[in-house]
């Protein structure tokens, strides 16, 4: 892993556009097509606008959307919406588990993060999405920020989020 680096330059707001695109994300955890089909966007400009967002947020080219979310929580570009449901028990290990995803997206980097062995992190994973009934990492993080979780703190920018 590339040790994180923290970037001087301050975060751009969204415009009303991405704003409008990052609310699709954040509210249900939609595809840049099923954000499309609810906007009457092509897929494809949806797509452009996610990478404006990552720009916007200083997050690198690749970075999958539960850093995305993260981020948009994290710099307070959107507030994250009540949870629908309760918060379940979290071990040290899931609230690990949890950072990690926020926090990174190759998932050598999550594993690394969460302390497990790369082997181990997809079984990690789906017995947290079970435990929490997210459909998937993106719904955790936007569930973790609702029951408080991840701190509001932006997190460092590094090459793999």
């Known amino acids: 892993m590339t040790p ?7 975060i751009t707001p ?12 954040v509210g249900g955890g939609l595809t840049p097509k099923e954000i ?10 949806v797509r452009q606008y996610m990478r404006d967002i990552r720009e916007s947020l200083h997050c690198p080219p690749r970075c999958k959307p539960p850093v995305i979310v993260h981020r ?3 710099t307070q ?5 009540a949870p629908d449901r309760p918060a379940p028990q979290f071990s040290p290990e899931d609230r690990l588990l949890v950072r990690a995803v926020a926090e990174h997206s190759d998932p050598r980097d999550v594993a690394l993060a969460a302390k497990l062995a790369p082997a181990d992190l997809r079984a990690a994973l789906d017995q947290l999405l079970a435990d929490t009934g997210a459909k998937d990492t993106t719904q955790l993080v936007i569930l973790a920020h609702g029951w408080n979780l991840l701190t509001a703190e932006p997190t460092r920018v590094g090459k793999s989020q």
Do not use: D, I, W, Y
């Open 4 to 10: 994180s680096k923290t970037t001087s330059a301050p």
């Open 14 to 25: 969204l415009t009303p556009t991405l704003l409008r695109v990052a609310q699709h994300l």
């Open 36 to 45: 499309g089909a609810q906007t009457g966007l092509s897929a494809e400009t």
């Open 72 to 74: 948009l929580f994290a």
């Open 77 to 81: 570009q959107m507030a994250f919406p």
